[in-house]
């Protein structure tokens, strides 16, 4: 038969003699080993900070909150190897970080994206529970996980026409959009979410080609068309010495592709225009006359296409071009 063996805990000496207020109550949470465990930390500390318990009493009052599984690990704990709160928070993390499917990494937010018919306000709740399990947020890498997670279209333009100055800000912005959309569209996925892009109609000009080509391999069409062309010779001859032989265009430059998530840079864009003009093409010739406006029109500026339109900072060529050199690793 089995007998019970009283098992005294990792507690040391220490922890183990510290007496507790009588006045205090038992904490009204529990952990059994399912669950993240961050989360009952975080609800630990906060039922016992403000209380003024010394370390060692907290190392106690924790113990209590265990159950089942839990509270068996504890007691499988080398004696005396904890002898502080933070290395039994520490040892009680590592045993059962993996009971959470949370993303608990600054990299894992890249993982996060909105989902083909997902409204941007189930899009923002999501990131906002990853980014709340997520330990020492980095905020320009969770700017540059959430651009890339975005499928919003109107709402990517938005930013990236006028960007925010930093990732809390970016938030506040994704919020007003968010509620916007939900006061337009309430929970139904957008048009443009809901609906795929209708394919484009096939044209009748390949079928026509389709069918002039296999008519010239008939027989009688072939003669007959032979005829009409000698015919035609013979009325208006075979030369034109009026005509001018036209001019073979040179092949336009194809402009560079459109982007909608930005690599984060560590300069403005008008710095980089202006320190790299020679690796930069410039922007493509101009359809229309330039504005006569001036900057003291607009009180706007844009260097690289020396107009008064825009800044160069929100000037969306200007992005794309420096955009494609990086990609292609041109510009570092």
């Known amino acids: 038969m089995t007998t ?60 209590e909150t265990l ?57 923002v709740n999501r990131w906002q529970a990853a980014t709340a399990n997520c330990r020492d947020l980095n905020k320009e890498l969770a700017e540059l996980a959430f651009r890339r997670g975005l499928r919003c279209k109107e709402f990517i333009y938005g930013i990236n026409h006028n960007p925010p100055a930093n990732y809390d800000e970016l938030m506040a912005t994704a919020i007003r959009h968010a509620q916007a959309e939900f006061e337009t569209y309430r929970d139904t996925p957008r048009p443009e979410l809901r609906f795929s892009t209708p394919a484009s109609k096939v044209r009748d000009e390949p079928r026509k080609r389709e069918w002039v080509h296999s008519h010239d391999k008939s027989p009688h069409t072939s003669n007959k068309r032979g005829k009409e062309s000698s015919s035609r010779s013979n009325s208006y001859g075979t030369t034109h010495p009026h005509r001018e032989p ?74 794309n071009t420096i955009e494609s050199l990086i990609q292609k690793g041109k510009l570092k």
């Open 246 to 319: 036209r001019v073979q265009q040179a092949p336009r430059t194809p402009p560079p592709p459109r982007y909608e998530v930005f690599t984060i840079l560590n300069a403005s864009y008008e710095t980089i225009w202006n320190e790299n003009k020679g690796e930069i093409p410039g922007p493509p010739p101009r359809k229309f006359p330039k504005s006569k406006l001036t900057q003291q029109d607009t009180g706007k500026f844009c260097t690289y296409h020396e107009d008064a339109g825009h800044n160069t900072n929100l000037c969306v060529a200007l992005k």
């Open 67 to 123: 159950s089942g599984e839990a509270l068996s690990w504890f007691y499988e704990l080398p004696v005396g190897s904890v002898g502080n709160f933070k290395e039994l928070a520490d040892k009680f993390v590592a045993r059962f970080i993996l009971r959470t499917d949370g993303i608990h990494t600054p990299k894992g937010l890249l993982k996060v994206h909105q989902g083909e018919d997902e409204t941007l306000k189930s899009f």
């Open 4 to 63: 019970y063996e009283d098992r005294p805990g990792p507690f040391t000496q220490q922890v183990r003699g510290a007496i507790r207020a009588n006045t205090s109550k038992p904490l009204k949470i529990d952990y059994t080993g399912v669950g993240d465990p961050y989360q009952h930390l975080q609800a630990f500390r906060s039922q016992t900070s403000a209380k003024g318990y010394t370390d060692e009493v907290c190392c106690n009052m924790f113990q």
